[in-house]
């Protein structure tokens, strides 16, 4: 069966710092992969998409830029986070041909102070 | 574009009566039609699609929506409502006619069922 990992769970970062969140996924070969954005515990902004290695779409310009260095490896960064960046980071996978539902990792809950 | 509406922020049930969570869509093709929840502090869990056929699509943990292309809704349903049901429900929605694979959420509908 498929797995997804995200890491760390939580992180607490000062404005001005790097950022790196990672995804991993297991069970399965060439997925869409996806990162998702929760602001305020509610609705879901759609940040970046990957349908293949070292191929992203971004759907928002913003201070995030993502990279997918392996099949099934995901990773989510910043050079330096904004107030604004704070918020709950989900990562979701999707089959890669016909691609219905997709799936979300536990997440990462960011906080920039 | 596509967009979906979840017109209410929260639903309040008591235990063992039917609930309905609503949701509307707009694409310019035709649908794909998702339901997620999620629990506090947790990621989305699938509960169930329609993607063609039957009206009426059953999912996990006894929840069923109803797909209605003249209204462009898909609202989530579940006959008895259970305490553990309490969360936040996502709708969702793909236009199955582009290329493009993500989804597009709704709001987010806060279920509260009442012991």
């Known amino acids: 069966s498929q797995t997804i990992h995200q890491w760390p769970a939580t992180l607490v970062q000062p404005v001005g710092s790097p950022l790196s969140l990672e995804c991993t996924v297991e069970g399965t070969s060439n997925p869409n992969l996806y990162w998702y954005r929760q602001a305020a515990g509610r609705g879901l902004q759609l940040l970046f998409y990957s349908v293949g290695i070292g191929q992203i779409s971004s759907e928002v310009p913003q201070n995030l830029s993502a990279s997918r260095p392996q099949d099934r490896q995901f990773i989510l960064s910043s050079k330096k986070l904004l107030l604004s960046d704070s918020g709950f980071y989900l990562c979701?996978?999707?089959?890669?041909?016909?691609?219905?539902?997709?799936?979300f990792g536990p997440g990462t809950r960011l906080t920039v102070t | 574009a596509q967009s979906v509406a979840q017109p209410e922020d929260q639903v309040n049930v008591a235990e063992g009566n039917p609930l309905t969570v609503k949701c509307t869509y707009s694409?310019?093709?035709?649908?794909?039609l998702f339901w997620y929840v999620q629990y506090p502090n947790r990621g989305l869990q699938f509960l169930l699609k329609y993607i063609t056929g039957d009206n009426l699509v059953k999912g996990s943990y006894g929840f069923e929506a109803e797909f209605n292309k003249s209204q462009t809704s898909f609202h989530l349903k579940k006959p008895s409502a259970l305490v553990s049901d309490s969360a936040l429900y996502f709708c969702a929605v793909r236009d199955a006619d582009t290329g493009r694979r993500a989804l597009t959420f709704g709001s987010g509908t806060r279920l509260q069922v009442q012991p």
């Open positions: 694409v310019s093709g035709n649908p794909y």
């Open positions: 979701a996978w999707g089959p890669g041909q016909s691609s219905y539902e997709q799936y």
